[in-house]
């Protein structure tokens, strides 16, 4: 794996985005964000399950005055999301939120950008430029607001990653010239509290449109896949994409974007990072898929074993095997293992096996050994 791009720190809150720092994991809020006492209540759900930074939609006016009860009330920094509606950036930032998300897409009049800007720098309030393919400026439209219908911005007709020649304006042109637009904007004002998202759901297109802009600016990158989908293919995709760029040492934060509860989000953004050695948020678990070998439910005692792990911070690695083909030398891998067979179990410790139980005791005898590991730490740690 590449060594990791070096970036500009950049805080949000009193958490460290980019400058070597470990890299984040966000979520999103999927309450109404007029409704304080619900999304309140989803991010400290939210934050249970490891989020880092939380952003919240802002729609209209109410809700950005929501957002500075909602501050009051969590322990995470809070991102504004904003679109369309300069004043509702100036409201937000009034109301003592973390960091913007402005999308240069539709928020395109320069004059209304640079006031933003002033108002996020004398706060020092840092801005993410989130770059996203479905909302992207009309072709020949980049900070431009007059002149183009939205339904008629022919970036659709623009070729995707893989499809264009080198003489083609591709979709990936037009997504790094409308960040570079907006960056220019904010450094003419001698702002450069900047995060950049270069999101689109075609994973290629993405891929190209990061590693493209991660050549030529200092700034750290939040990664995403954008409508990525539901739990099983929406954690795939993100996977996929994500997981090329993160392995090229790009990247800074992350959030994944399903169509399900953000806490599974949450889930998976650590499990992508923990795959890669990046981050180690609680117990990796190593489980063989079951076969015609096993002997006993292997795919019921993982998922047991799995759910009492989701409830502790041991930063362990648990191996639950069925056979003796992988089992002995898996769950001799790892900090606790157990190689499951008929009528009985063998438990090990770093390659020594330390019990011999019976079928039916083998879960509480596992996690009886997980709670004796003296591995456990609050938090997060980067490898």
């Known amino acids: 794996m590449k060594q990791r791009r070096a970036t500009k720190p950049v805080y949000v809150g009193d958490v460290k985005v980019g400058g070597g720092a470990n890299i984040t994991v966000q979520s999103m809020t999927k309450?109404?964000?007029?409704?304080?006492?619900?999304?309140?209540?989803?991010?400290?759900?939210?934050?249970?399950?490891?989020?880092?930074?939380?952003?919240?939609?802002?729609?209209?006016?109410?809700?950005?005055?929501?957002?500075?009860?909602?501050?009051k009330q969590i322990h995470i920094p809070l991102i504004a999301d904003i679109h369309f509606h300069y004043q509702l950036a100036l409201e937000c930032l009034k109301g003592g939120v973390d960091c913007l998300r402005l999308n240069p897409g539709n928020l395109r009049d320069e004059a209304q950008v640079r006031q933003v800007v002033d108002s996020a720098k004398e706060r020092g309030i840092p801005i993410r430029i989130g770059v996203n393919f479905g909302s992207l400026p009309p072709v020949g439209g980049i900070g431009r607001t007059r002149g183009f219908s939205r339904h008629m911005d022919l970036v659709n007709k623009l070729p995707k990653s893989g499809e264009d020649s080198d003489s083609d304006y591709s979709v990936v042109d037009h997504m790094v010239a409308t960040a570079l637009w907006e960056i220019s904007l904010l450094e003419d004002q001698d702002f450069d509290q900047i995060k950049i998202s270069m999101k689109a759901f075609d994973v290629p297109t993405t891929v190209e449109a990061y590693t493209r802009l991660a050549d030529m600016v200092p700034y750290p990158l939040h990664l995403g896949v954008t409508e990525a989908g539901t739990l099983l293919s929406g954690s795939i995709r993100t996977a996929v994409g994500l997981g090329e760029l993160l392995y090229q040492g790009i990247g800074d934060t992350i959030r994944v974007s399903l169509a399900g509860d953000s806490t599974d989000e949450v889930a998976a953004g650590y499990e992508i990072l923990k795959s890669l050695n990046l981050r180690r948020k609680g117990a990796i678990l190593v489980a063989c898929p079951s076969c015609g070998r096993a002997d006993v439910d292997v795919i019921k005692l993982a998922n047991d074993v799995d759910a009492l792990l989701k409830k502790s911070n041991k930063e362990i690695r648990v191996a639950v095997m069925g056979c003796e083909v992988n089992g002995p030398g898996e769950a001799k891998d790892a900090d606790v293992g157990i190689a499951a067979g008929a009528g009985?179990?063998?438990?090990?410790?770093?390659?020594?096996?330390?019990?011999?139980?019976?079928?039916?005791?083998?879960?509480?005898?596992?996690?009886e050994e997980v709670e004796k590991t003296e591995v456990a730490a609050e938090g997060s740690t980067q490898l």
């Open 31 to 71: 309450t109404d964000t007029r409704d304080v006492a619900a999304t309140v209540r989803q991010i400290h759900e939210l934050e249970e399950a490891g989020c880092e930074i939380i952003r919240s939609a802002v729609p209209d006016m109410e809700a950005a005055q929501a957002m500075a009860e909602i501050k």
């Open 344 to 367: 009985r179990a063998v438990i090990f410790r770093k390659g020594l096996k330390v019990r011999v139980v019976a079928e039916e005791d083998m879960l509480t005898a596992l996690m």
